[in-house]
């Protein structure tokens, strides 16, 4: 019972730590990276807090090493999933009904934890699984869900704290409860603290959720399991489980008590879901909240007077940083041809001086892209791109899968804006540069906005403040998340609060209070304190 109004510690975001040669971060990291490639992990389903093995499994591989094993999760039969709905609600009465104080305690736990000796663990398991390289993994894995885990708890509180007023005589009063009913997490496999967070913050708002990780990410979701677990979340609150997708959620989906879709992903497989739970609507308790940031065509666009170091920088920073698998990647750009020549010089210079490899050598830049399918589909518009008429590759162009699923960072200059790479999501280490005529930037920013579906992120570069204020108006439904003077990538949990709309999702920002809001279900309750016993108004006398 709560016996005071009592203050949560204060977030800051997580210091990100360098890993420079001999630093002790490095040291640890890299020795609990090659004991763990070592090892083989058998990733169970979690239901209830129980371990569930079908013997169904599917192996997991490092994508930069697809011929070596490092472990395997079990696959779900239809059963395990209607046993997880089952589960997760006889878990929500006592979650629900828990104080916000200990559901605030168990996830500033499991921050701190993570800070300190879950640390390597969990960047050591992106890094072999997702293959990312030392500064992606801590940026992500470690970092982004610390800031996730510690804002949510303060943005909680400030929710609590908007209460309506009231008239004498009268006391009026909001509650946040959670959802009736579960909600159903899909997350992808990019970015380990997503899958984290869009569990968690359903779950901190007093919700129960059935998780379905990608099965790209199955290794480092297991260890946030085992960091949920030792924080002490309750059973049944977060349950996991793998398989096909397809079964997993027609099961989900037709479940009366389905509440809530949190959903990271491609933008037709939302877009489907959206249409699945509007088919089954009159199956529900209530209407199912419906939050979701899907895909991306990401932009920078450079004016005549912005730095060309700087915008080439925003370039290969930008695009090719985990292998451009962000939906927030830089994946076209615009630049004029005044400036062409000079930034095509630092992209060569900068791009020449990438390394590509295992992520165990941190001076790698480049890794490999997650799977075969995603190599294979971005090889394929390079080669198009090769024997093309209106484009031309100047940087890169190679590949290799014979060890890792390994593209080289990419540029292809396409000779017209609607060129298929200039509009189509790639998700691999490739950006598309269109080149317009100075005295056309006007222009040039109606193609920015109107080329593709999407509106994520989007960044522009200029020194002229007019120019700033006219492209910021022109593109302000281009982007959910715009950048000025800089790239479109690195969200900060707290700073930047992520999202996009049109076709990249529903713009509730996760990093801030507006996402959890989505996770509550509001009651208005008004208490009088002295009782009218008299029908009549004073008009009537």
């Not at 879950?118 to 997702?130: F, L, P, W």
């Not at 579960?182 to 007093?206: D, E, H, K, R, W």
């Not at 209407?287 to 912005?306: C, L, M, Q």
């Not at 005295?439 to 920013?445: G, R």
Request: with cysteine.
């Amino acid at each position: 019972m709560s016996r005071g109004f009592f203050n949560v510690p204060t977030p800051i975001n997580e210091p990100v730590k360098g890993y420079a040669p001999g630093s002790p971060e490095r040291e640890e990291l890299l020795a609990t990276y090659k004991k763990m490639i070592a090892n083989k992990i058998d990733v169970p389903m979690h239901i209830y807090g129980r371990e569930i093995r079908t013997g169904n499994t599917k192996n997991i591989t490092p994508p930069h090493d697809h011929q070596h094993i490092v472990g395997q999760y079990h696959v779900a039969e239809k059963k395990h999933v209607e046993e997880a709905i089952a589960t997760a609600l006889a878990a929500r009465q006592a979650w629900s009904n828990a104080s916000w104080m200990e559901r605030a305690s168990i996830f500033l736990k499991a921050a701190e934890l993570l800070a300190g000796p879950y640390r390597a663990k969990m960047n050591a398991a992106t890094m072999i699984a997702q293959s990312k390289n030392v500064h992606q993994a801590e940026i992500d894995a470690s970092c982004e869900m610390i800031d996730f885990f510690r804002f949510n708890v303060q943005y909680m509180t400030d929710i609590f704290k908007d209460q309506p007023a009231s008239a004498p005589g009268i006391w009026n009063r909001v509650e946040y409860r959670p959802l009736e009913g579960f909600v159903y997490a899909i997350t992808p496999f990019n970015f380990t603290s997503i899958a984290a967070n869009l569990c968690a913050a359903p779950a901190l708002m007093g919700n129960v959720v059935v998780w379905k990780p990608s099965d790209h990410q199955a290794y480092s979701a297991q260890v946030i399991v085992d960091l949920f677990k030792e924080a002490g979340l309750p059973d049944g609150v977060i349950n996991v489980i793998y398989g096909d997708p397809v079964m997993i959620t027609d099961t989900i989906l037709a479940s009366p008590d389905f509440a809530g879709l949190h959903f990271t992903g491609s933008t037709t497989i939302f877009k489907n879901l959206w249409k699945q739970i509007g088919t089954n609507i009159h199956t529900y308790k209530t209407y199912p909240r419906i939050v979701g940031e899907t895909g991306g065509k990401d932009f920078i666009w450079a004016h005549n007077s912005a730095n060309p170091l700087q915008v080439a920088t925003a370039i290969t920073r930008g695009a090719f940083e985990y292998q451009g698998q962000k939906c927030s990647a830089a994946s076209r750009a615009y630049i004029p041809y005044s400036l062409w020549e000079d930034v095509k010089k630092h992209l060569i210079a900068q791009t020449n001086e990438m390394k590509m490899g295992s992520p165990e050598d941190p001076s790698n830049f480049v890794n490999a892209v997650i799977h075969e399918g995603s190599f294979d589909k971005i090889a394929s518009y390079i080669d198009a791109a090769k024997t093309a008429t209106d484009a031309e590759i100047i940087i890169g162009g190679n590949y290799d899968k014979s060890k890792g699923y390994f593209i080289e960072p990419t540029v292809i200059v396409a000779k017209s804006p609607t060129y298929k790479t200039m509009t189509t999501e790639l998700f691999g280490p490739v950006i598309s540069i269109y080149i317009y005529e100075d005295a056309d930037w006007e222009h040039s920013l109606k193609l920015v906005d109107e080329s593709t579906e999407y509106a994520l992120t989007g960044a522009i570069f200029s020194k002229d403040r007019y120019i700033v204020e006219k492209a910021s108006k022109a593109l302000e439904n281009a982007a959910g998340n715009f950048y000025i003077n800089d790239k479109p990538t690195g969200a900060v949990v707290g700073q930047q609060p992520f999202g996009g709309a049109r076709a990249s999702g529903t713009n509730d920002k996760a990093g801030s209070a507006q996402n959890l809001l989505r996770w509550t279900s509001v009651r208005l309750i008004k208490e009088t304190f002295v009782t009218p016993e008299d029908y009549k108004y004073p008009f009537l006398e």
